[in-house]
């Protein structure tokens, strides 16, 4: 039976397409670092950083770490330069970033049902960001850590690997201390959140709009956000999958 609901947050709990939240949110980061860093070299370091970060999963370091030692590789700059001025630009400036995203009403109302039906919840985004990003966009979505007692949210500070990599699930799934088959996963991507599904962890995806193709073989269920919601309220998740 599920006990952990692991929500993606991005176009998942909060509207939030990368293509039109990216090019202002490098746009105020180079206005921060473009001292250090002309911004037509920045970018592109910050990207190849974050790539790498994907593409190499490593229990023994965190993703943090692994980005600023590639950062630092490739740029000459010492994370005790650089780290001030990034803590600053996600208290200050990273806030005015908000209105690039929707709030979805259900969000608020399907995080609460979870928490009064007993579940755990963790908020299973990307772990690219450090927590201070993640924060303000969980309260840009209405439900902030302040008022929800979040079992985990996977940040780059203490994650080893992103998605889509099964080592990231199972990362979550050591960290919460339960099994693939007690947890579920609800995202909308067909390949980073549907991932879950390769270690066996229940899976359902979430779309917005009418169907142009078929579900990702990995999505057990399917629907919109609202629809996942009138599942959780029907107790649907004490029998899942659907048969």
Not at 54 to 59: E, R
Not at 174 to 194: H, K, L, N, Y
Request: with cysteine.
């Amino acid at each position: 039976m599920i006990q952990a609901i692991l929500f993606d947050l991005d176009n998942t709990l909060l509207d939030n397409p990368m293509e039109r939240f990216l090019p202002p949110y490098f746009r105020l980061l180079g206005q921060e670092l473009g001292h250090l860093l002309p911004p037509e070299r920045l970018i592109p370091e910050l990207m190849r950083c974050t790539e790498h970060v994907i593409a190499h999963p490593d229990p023994g370091r965190t993703n943090e770490e692994r980005f600023w030692e590639a950062f630092t590789a490739s740029t000459g700059l010492q994370q005790e330069a650089v780290q001030p001025l990034t803590d600053r630009f996600y208290e200050e400036a990273f806030p005015r970033l908000e209105g690039l995203t929707r709030r979805k009403p259900e969000a608020r109302d399907i995080i609460q049902t979870a928490f009064a039906q007993g579940y755990e919840v963790v908020i299973a985004t990307n772990p690219l960001f450090p927590r201070r990003a993640i924060e303000h966009r969980l309260a840009w979505a209405g439900i902030p850590v302040d008022e929800f007692p979040y079992t985990l949210v996977t940040t780059y500070e203490i994650m080893h690997a992103s998605k889509p990599h099964p080592a990231y699930y199972q990362e979550i799934l050591d960290m919460i201390g339960r099994s693939a088959d007690e947890t579920i996963m609800v995202g909308d991507d067909p390949t980073e959140d549907m991932a879950a599904h390769t270690i066996g962890i229940h899976t359902f995806w979430i779309h917005e709009r009418a169907l142009d193709q078929l579900p990702p073989p990995l999505a057990e269920g399917h629907g919109s956000l609202a629809d996942f919601g009138k599942l959780l309220r029907e107790g649907a998740l004490h029998t899942w999958p659907p048969r």
